[in-house]
């Protein structure tokens, strides 16, 4: 069984910083990418970042400057160091993962994680 489990979420001032973690859980995965994506309340779903298993990584241009994809192949975590916090960044943050389990390649999806920016 393969699981995508998230944390780091919370409330933060405009301005401060937080740190989402998302590890794949599970045995024999292999990893194409890994990202987050994010939702607001009456919003669709856009990517924030994702980084691939060659390191490649992509932003939002919302996010650009401010958000930093990295990741633990040891862990098969992926981590989002989020500075500079805006109010419009309040989201539920979604953990994305394009794995490889027993021979299948396909989309997971984490539970998400609340991030409230507010003073």
């Known amino acids: 069984q393969v699981q995508l489990v998230e944390s780091g979420g919370g409330l933060v001032q405009p301005g401060g910083s937080l740190r989402l973690s998302c590890a794949a859980s599970?045995?024999?995965?292999?990893?194409?990418?890994m990202g987050w994506y994010r939702q607001a309340p009456g919003e669709q779903r856009e990517l924030v970042a994702v980084i691939t298993s060659g390191g490649s990584t992509n932003y939002a241009d919302s996010v650009k400057g401010r958000f930093t994809i990295s990741r633990d192949n040891a862990k098969n975590t992926v981590y989002l160091q989020m500075s500079s916090l805006k109010p419009e960044d309040t989201a539920v943050y979604i953990c994305?993962?394009?794995?490889?389990?027993?021979?299948?390649?396909?989309?997971?999806w984490g539970q998400g994680t609340q991030v409230t920016v507010s003073s």
């Open positions: 599970g045995s024999m995965i292999r990893i194409a990418a």
């Open positions: 994305y993962g394009d794995l490889i389990h027993i021979g299948i390649r396909r989309d997971y």
